[in-house]
């Protein structure tokens, strides 16, 4: 424990926040670890089987629980999956091997698993991330991530982009009303040099707003890297590592059964 | 007595080859409240970035406290002089304001109990204690104003510099920050162009016109020279009168 931490525990970071449930208030490297943990289970499951899938489901409905998230909006959120989906449905058309034939239409066995599986481990990987960014602040990822000791110019990066990204689409969107406002509207390509000198237009703000950021900081005696105390998680608690570990450990559990059975 | 800020012969061009500068020349007493006045493009933003070592000077000097702006005096340098800048969303860029006010202190070496009670401390200057955790987009332009201020003033520095502090923000966040800015017990150099702003809250004023200072003397005097504002510039906001 370093000094740093005194800091944090006196509620200054996004981490000394009250948290509705234990896992919004687990620091954020402790869960994503235990993501990469679940999701590397659930890749490394056999096809050609769907029970352990549904187990890994029961899984991600408990901590979803313990979350107190609402089941509607996690489902919502899965729109993201859309493009698997679609491929998974070309699937059974186009894959080869033997063929059976469903309501009228020959489809190949081996398609058929192959995008039930898809489906299954994209839907999970899916819900397991949309879990972790619905009980997690983005600020809170940009600490863990640090704690996790990623390159801290890495970390940096993203610790900009969550600030910037708000103020950077803010920007982009009153340059579209702006354009909009004087009879602009996207709709064949002849609007694309009107686009791009808008995306270049927004590219040299963004660049022309990193360089005055860069001098603030300079200002304040930046002298090439933040300084530790600013922004660390707080350290994870055994408990917190245990509740992470025994869910990594049914994941991987599951998994390595199904494979016995295979 | 060692002035707080003394620039000598002040020159700089850009790389481009503009010339910004001609020879400015100011010196600022402790406790002092200075307007630097001009109108845009006269080389007030330019000069504020000389003054903490941003830019190097092309020729003349920026002392700081008796300290010289050089390279190995930059951070000292840096401590003793604030620089607000105009756009809050410049100075603002961690992910929460209790963070970001931590920046130049933790710069400085500070750490735990010490850092932390600075950071405390500078929000409650600004009358922003309770916004610790927030984070800087989520507040409104007036708040982020103030807090770019917390973030300098966590450094106590000898002399806050102020560029365009009113620009933007409506007159109730206006009226707030002079409010700020008249309870705190610092040297202030304030660059704008809001006139009745320096009246208010600034006791001296100087005009930069073409990159030399021009006028130097009690804000109300200056103001009340018709012919000396329009020979730069500057004019009072319509149905303003200083008498």
Same mark, same amino acid.
């Given at each position: 424990m370093g000094a740093g931490s005194a800091y944090?525990?006196?509620?200054?970071?996004?981490?000394?926040?009250?948290?509705?449930?234990?896992?919004?208030?687990?620091p954020a490297q402790v869960k994503l670890v235990a993501l990469i943990g679940f999701v590397c289970a659930v890749v490394a499951t056999p096809s050609m089987t769907m029970w352990p899938f549904v187990v890994q489901l029961l899984?991600?409905?408990?901590?979803?629980?313990?979350?107190?998230?609402?089941?509607?909006?996690?489902?919502?959120?899965?729109?993201?999956?859309?493009?698997?989906?679609a491929f998974a449905f070309a699937m059974p058309f186009l894959a080869t091997g033997e063929r059976i034939t469903v309501a009228g239409l020959s489809v190949s066995v081996a398609g058929l698993w192959g995008a039930g599986t898809l489906l299954a481990k994209s839907t999970l990987g899916v819900l397991a991330a949309l879990i972790l960014a619905a009980t997690t602040q983005r600020a809170e990822f940009v600490a863990g991530m640090q704690r996790l000791r990623l390159p801290s110019v890495l970390v940096e990066i993203l610790s900009f982009m969550v600030r910037y990204l708000d103020v950077i689409a803010e920007q982009w969107h009153r340059m579209a009303i702006a354009r909009a406002s004087r009879g602009f509207r996207a709709r064949n390509p002849t609007s694309w040099s009107a686009l791009s000198g808008?995306?270049?237009?927004?590219?040299?703000?963004?660049?022309?707003?990193?360089?005055?950021?860069h001098l603030a900081m300079l200002a304040r005696g930046y002298s090439g890297a933040l300084p530790e105390a600013i922004g660390a998680a707080r350290a994870g608690r055994p408990v917190e590592w245990g509740w992470a570990a025994?869910?990594?450990?049914?994941?991987?559990?599951?998994?390595?059964l199904s494979w016995g059975l295979a | 007595m060692t002035a707080v800020l003394e620039v000598r012969g002040l020159a700089y061009a850009y790389p481009d080859g503009r010339q910004a500068l001609f020879g400015a020349n100011l010196s600022i007493q402790r406790g002092e409240r200075v307007a630097l006045l001009g109108p845009n493009g006269a080389g007030k933003t330019t000069l504020a970035l000389h003054l903490n070592g941003i830019l190097t000077p092309g020729a003349g000097s920026v002392t700081v406290s008796g300290l010289p702006v050089t390279k190995a005096n930059l951070a000292e340098i840096r401590r003793r002089v604030g620089l607000v800048f105009q756009d809050p969303?410049?100075? +603002?860029? #961690?992910?929460?304001?209790?963070?970001d006010v931590?920046? /130049?202190?933790?710069?400085?070496?500070?750490?735990?109990?010490?850092?932390?009670?600075?950071?405390?401390?500078?929000?409650?200057a600004v009358g922003l204690p309770e916004l610790g955790d927030r984070a800087p987009h989520h507040l409104s332009f007036g708040q982020r104003r103030r807090v770019a201020l917390a973030t300098v003033l966590a450094m106590r520095p000898e002399i806050l510099v102020l560029d365009e502090p009113t620009s933007n923000l409506d007159p109730a966040s206006r009226r707030e920050l002079a409010e700020v800015l008249e309870s705190l017990d610092v040297t202030v150099l304030m660059v704008t162009h809001d006139l009745p702003?320096? +009246?208010? #809250?600034?006791?001296?004023?100087?005009?930069?016109?073409? /990159?030399?200072?021009?006028?130097d003397g009690p804000t109300g005097e200056l103001l009340a020279n018709p012919a000396l504002l329009a020979a730069h510039r500057l004019e009072l906001p319509y149905g303003f009168s200083v008498a």
């Open positions: 944090l525990e006196a509620g200054l970071s996004p981490a000394g926040r009250s948290h509705s449930s234990p896992i919004q208030a687990a899984v991600l409905a408990v901590v979803a629980g313990l979350a107190r998230l609402n089941p509607g909006r996690l489902l919502r959120g899965l729109a993201i999956e859309v493009p698997f989906v808008a995306v270049g237009t927004g590219f040299i703000r963004a660049f022309e707003r990193g360089e005055r950021v025994l869910l990594v450990a049914t994941s991987l559990a599951v998994t390595s | 969303d410049d100075q +603002l860029f #961690l992910p929460t304001v209790a963070q931590a920046f /130049g202190p933790a710069n400085l070496g500070l750490r735990g109990a010490e850092l932390e009670q600075r950071v405390q401390e500078a929000l409650l702003y320096a +009246l208010q #809250l600034c006791p001296r004023s100087v005009i930069l016109s073409d /990159g030399v200072i021009v006028a």
